[in-house]
């Protein structure tokens, strides 16, 4: 991923940019949560989404149950906007 936007996140970042695997056609972009490892590099593992996949799986996080209420509640307040 090449970050066009990062925001502080818990003990890493929340990135914004092209994907990985958009082969410098500058079409694509994903999000990534960026962690470090132990040595304190951001880890290899970090996952990154296409923004469609990300829709997908919070919805069927809240399909299944799996999201609590006060973050449902955060989602509608984020799309008011």
Known sequence: MIPTFTKRYRDGELRVG????????YKNKSIKYAYPDKSGKISRGCPELPFDILVDMVILANEQGELPSKDVDRLKKA???
């Open 18 to 25: 092209w994907a990985s695997w958009d082969e410098g056609k």
């Open 79 to 81: 799309f008011r906007k």
